[in-house]
């Protein structure tokens, strides 16, 4: 079972510089969402969909841009990277989204990115 | 605004030893959810236990279970016969029953020793 899947597991930028962290899940889950994890601090939402074609912004979601064209794909991208978004980034899927109740989030592993 | 906050930044207690991890919330609110993951060194985060806010029974599973005091606004886990793979990072998370946003602790970085 793949689960959630994330790539790369490492990537180094230089300031400016534009990229995508993909994030695909193989189970059929309508809700995914990206957190940015810092040290000393807890995980922060940047961008979340409950569906495709459907995005809403999170707790954090300044220098990021997300899209949901299908149900299995959730890229993040940076457009111009800066060294404030070093940081390990995770994506995390749900059946439906998460109420508390019966809902389980599933992690991918998580993508350290370093900006230079 | 939503805090969590998770008071003790690491801890090891030696293997088969009982530990209980801190975990306080700040809200209004009075529909919601308090979660503990587990992060061990592979990065994924597990989901140890969930409570309901709603439910005055503590959540138990296996050697987990939490002393949630509502009242005190805390949420304290306690591992019992603690093994060395419970080795991780734990976090304590807060969900709001309105929006369904989790709210994350900073984290306590739990040592299991030999």
């Known amino acids: 079972n793949a689960g959630v899947t994330q790539t790369p597991k490492f990537q180094v930028l230089k300031t400016g510089q534009s990229m995508t962290l993909q994030c695909a899940q193989d189970?059929?889950?309508?809700?995914m969402s990206w957190y940015r994890q810092d040290p000393g601090m807890g995980l922060r939402l940047i961008h979340y969909?409950?569906?495709?074609?459907?995005?809403d912004q999170g707790e954090v979601p300044n220098g990021y841009n997300v899209s949901r064209s299908t149900t299995e794909d959730f890229p993040l991208r940076l457009l111009s990277a800066a060294p404030s978004q070093t940081s390990v980034y995770f994506c995390?899927?749900?059946?439906?989204?998460?109420?508390?109740?019966?809902?389980?989030?599933?992690f991918g592993s998580g993508t350290q990115l370093s900006v230079l | 605004a939503q805090t969590v906050t998770q008071s003790q930044p690491e801890m090891s207690v030696q293997e088969a030893e009982t530990v209980t991890l801190s975990c306080t919330y700040d809200?209004?609110?009075?529909?919601?959810?308090l979660f503990w993951y587990k992060q061990p060194p592979s990065r994924q985060m597990i989901l140890v236990i969930r409570?309901?806010?709603?439910k005055q029974q503590n959540a138990t599973e296996n050697r987990f279970s939490v002393n949630f005091q509502k009242a005190a606004k805390s949420f304290s886990l306690k591992i019992s016969d603690s093994q060395l793979g419970d080795t991780a990072m734990y976090f304590c998370?807060?969900?709001?029953?309105?929006?369904?946003?989790?709210?994350w602790g900073a984290g306590t970085k739990l040592i299991i020793k030999p």
């Open positions: 998370a807060f969900m709001r029953g309105s929006n369904y946003q989790l709210i």
């Open positions: 409570q309901e806010a709603y």
């Open positions: 969909s409950v569906g495709a074609g459907i995005t």
């Open positions: 189970m059929n889950h309508e809700y």
């Open positions: 809200t209004s609110e009075s529909n919601y959810y």
């Open positions: 995390a899927s749900s059946y439906s989204m998460p109420r508390g109740q019966n809902e389980k989030l599933f």
